[in-house]
């Protein structure tokens, strides 16, 4: 891990300030260091903070005329905080979870114009009439543990609006994320739709198929549907009607049947046999030879 004299200057050069000129650095975490060093000279710092760093003991904290806001969060510090009454204009310290026990190490700020101390997650919190004991030796002192005298909540605007921005901005990168879900999810959509799986597309064409060989068995079983149109045939036309002429052929062969049933019924009386006819023929055909001489 870096010293803290060392993660300065980085953060001097990454400013690109001059020691002189830094009002506000930031070193949380960055660094080791159990006592100050490195902050001689920054006398237009402004806002300092050195949580996490493993402070012990405030020895060599230097005397920063302009600086508003301290914070030493998260450190290991319980006594040496006169040290600090070189900070004609510090407002607001920051001392949560530190090894702080007693109201009695609390007394050197008194001399100070400090408005807002957080001793959260400290031992000291636990000392019965704890709240009035610390505002009683702070006179100027308006909110501890982010409540006033009264233990109402604090309402500092900077601290409103600082939570408002937060929200503002996690409500737009909400509404941001969900566009964007929405427009994957509409993408995602037509790419399914345009990217089928061809076993998908397979087992439709397979099932028109199926439909299809259910019409054909169902036309080889019930015969092709018929049209009702074809049923009224007229089969007059395929039957020809009988012509005059036909009709007179036939009546004339009627009667000739007729004729031959009649000569029949005179020629074949009953007991006259072949030999008689042909006399008689032969008595009529010399009739006629007689009939022409």
């Known amino acids: 891990m870096k010293t803290m004299d060392a993660v300065i200057e980085e953060e001097l050069q990454r400013q690109e300030v001059k020691r002189e000129d830094i009002e506000e650095l930031n070193l949380d975490g960055q660094c080791r260091a159990k006592s100050i060093v490195g902050l001689d000279g920054c006398k237009a710092l402004k806002t300092l903070s050195l949580c996490h760093v493993g402070l012990t003991t405030l020895d060599g904290f230097p005397s920063l005329p302009k600086l508003t806001e301290l914070h030493l969060a998260d450190n290991k510090i319980s006594t040496g905080l006169g040290v600090l009454s070189g900070l004609a204009s510090l407002e607001k310290l920051n001392l949560v979870h530190n090894t702080i026990v007693s109201v009695e190490e609390l007394a050197p700020l008194a001399k100070l114009n400090i408005k807002w101390l957080d001793l959260f997650a400290c031992p000291v919190e636990s000392i019965d009439g704890f709240r009035e004991k610390v505002f009683g030796i702070i006179p100027s002192l308006e909110v501890l543990d982010n409540a006033d005298r009264t233990g109402k909540e604090n309402t500092d605007s900077e601290d ?39 076993e998908d597309v397979n087992d439709g064409d397979n099932g028109d198929e199926s439909e299809a060989e259910k019409v054909d068995l169902s036309m080889l079983v019930e015969g092709p549907p018929v049209d009702d149109s074809d049923r009224d045939v007229d089969y007059n036309d395929d039957v020809d009607a009988p012509s005059s002429e036909d009709v007179d052929d036939e009546d004339n062969a009627d009667l000739d049947n007729d004729d031959s049933e009649t000569d029949r019924g005179i020629e074949e009386p009953s007991g006259v046999g072949p030999s008689n006819v042909g006399k008689k023929k032969r008595k009529r055909e010399g009739d006629d030879e007689e009939q022409v001489l």
């Open 160 to 198: 409103e609006s600082y939570v408002e921005s937060e929200e503002e901005n996690g409500s737009e990168e909400e509404a941001e994320h969900s566009e964007s879900g929405e427009e994957d999810g509409g993408e995602d959509d037509g790419d399914k739709e345009a990217g089928k799986d061809p």
